[in-house]
């Protein structure tokens, strides 16, 4: 049964500690997506990536958030310092093709609370 | 810029009745995709059924079907015979055709209810 993982489930740190959360994308699936998700803003795109490049990335805070993906199989997303605004559900979704139609799979979300 | 509007926050239904999810959108744009997610307690966004602009026909996914009106911008999910697990909350989201990377614009969601 193939799914998206994400690392960690749930993650409590202090403000301004640097925070790594690592997506592991749906084997074969070339296109993957970070969101965020929040009481007040509700679910937002921060970046994306097709084919390991980055496609958009305007939804994400270009001074501490940094995305990237290593390699096919691994995505991550960086905030460095970490702020209590940043505390969310971060979700990563990922789809094959270039296809827009095709379904994104989500992972179960990382849950990040600052302090 | 496109926006999605669920004007609903809550609703309740009684097992094996019948519900409705509102949602409305805007965009200029003749072409484009609208999808319904669902999210349970566990948090996973599971997609439920989806539609193509460009399609008069109205999808269907066994209980679960639209009522899609692109004149009025409208894309209401209708759920029959409701049942303990599809309580969630349900996410209407937009899809441009003319984005590049498939970028999804979720409204703010509705929590449903369904009660024994």
């Known amino acids: 049964d193939a799914r998206v993982t994400q690392t960690p489930r749930d993650k409590v740190t202090e403000m301004g500690q640097e925070v790594t959360m690592r997506c592991q994308p749906i084997l074969g699936h070339n296109t993957v997506f970070w969101y965020r998700q929040t009481m007040m803003q509700g679910l937002e795109l921060l970046a994306y990536?097709?084919?390991?490049?980055?496609?958009?990335d305007s939804g994400m805070p270009k001074d501490r958030f940094s995305a990237e993906m290593p390699d096919a199989t691994l995505a991550t997303l960086k905030i460095q310092p970490s702020e209590p605004r940043d505390s969310a559900v971060y979700f990563c979704a990922s789809a094959i093709g270039r296809d827009l139609y095709n379904e994104q799979f989500f992972g179960p979300g990382t849950r990040l609370t600052v302090l | 810029a496109q926006t999605v509007t669920q004007s609903q926050p809550e609703m309740s239904v009684q097992e094996a009745e019948t519900v409705t999810l509102s949602c409305t959108y805007d965009t200029s744009e003749s072409n484009y995709y609208l999808f319904w997610y669902k999210q349970p307690p566990s948090r996973q966004m599971i997609l439920v059924i989806r539609q193509e602009a460009y399609k008069q026909q109205n999808a269907t996914e066994n209980r679960f079907s639209v009522n899609f009106q692109k004149a009025a911008k409208s894309f209401s999910l209708k759920i029959s015979d409701s049942q303990l697990g599809d309580t969630a909350m349900y996410f209407c989201?937009?899809?441009?055709?003319?984005?590049?990377?498939?970028?999804?614009?979720f409204g703010q969601g509705t929590e449903l209810s369904v009660k024994p």
């Open positions: 989201a937009f899809m441009s055709l003319y984005n590049q990377g498939g970028k999804l614009i």
């Open positions: 990536f097709r084919n390991r490049a980055p496609l958009d």
